[in-house]
T-cell receptor, first 113, second 110 residues
């Protein structure tokens, strides 16, 4: 069964460093999303991406964050100058656009130290 | 702030009984609603989605939607220990964002 894959599964970085989280959405999907979940808290929407541009973003998604689809398969989330409070699980999701179902990857646990 | 509200639980249900999970949403413009299951430390897994008023059944799961009351529920029949997880209610709002509730922890008692 097709699935969304994310790498790495766990990333540890020093405060102030840049990280890139990678996602390979399901191959025929057109809409891509990033969510985050701080430990013990709810899943929060960050950004949606369609047709090679951001379609929606939340107030969390400030200038520190950027997304890119560098080729036909990868979808990345870059976090510049990481802060301690960026520590969270980051989930990528994709949908095919014919229904509203979004399928999630297994997540990347980001730990900023 | 457009919210999705859930009772955090834990909700304890004996094995074999019906588990009933509830959710309310504030954005009347929301069109589609989802129930995700999340095991500790894992990603959300889609169980059901519903967009029409009434009931939608899939195996042991039934989703119910009442748009007038802005209320969504999930029933799990014949509850199994493997159903123990956090259940996230989510709504696709008019801005095309999927907004999640905080989740209800469900514990099935063997």
């Amino acid at each position: 069964e097709p699935e969304v894959t994310q790498t790495p599964s766990h990333q540890v970085t020093q405060m102030g460093q840049e990280v890139i989280l990678r996602c390979v959405p399901i191959s025929n999907h057109l809409y891509f999303y990033w969510y985050r979940q701080i430990l013990g808290q709810k899943v929060e929407f960050l950004v949606s991406f369609y047709n090679n541009e951001i379609s929606e973003k939340s107030e969390i998604f400030d200038d520190q964050f950027s997304v890119e689809r560098p080729d036909g398969s990868n979808f990345t989330l870059k976090i510049r100058s990481t802060k301690l409070e960026d520590s969270a699980m980051y989930f990528c999701a994709s949908s095919d656009g014919t229904s509203d179902e979004a399928f999630f990857g297994q997540g990347t646990r980001l730990t900023v130290v | 702030q457009k919210e999705v509200e859930q009772n955090s639980g834990p909700l304890s249900v004996p094995e074999g009984a019906i588990a009933s999970l509830n959710c309310t949403y504030s954005d009347r413009g929301s069109q589609s609603f989802f129930w995700y299951r999340q095991y500790s430390g894992k990603s959300p897994e889609l169980i059901m989605f519903i967009y029409s008023n009434g009931d939608k059944e899939d195996g042991r799961f039934t989703a119910q939607l009442n748009k007038a009351s802005q209320y969504v529920s999930l029933l799990i029949r014949d509850s199994q220990p493997s159903d123990s997880a956090t259940y996230l209610c989510a709504a696709l709002n008019r801005d095309d964002k999927i907004i999640f509730g905080k989740g209800t922890r469900l514990h099935i008692l063997p």
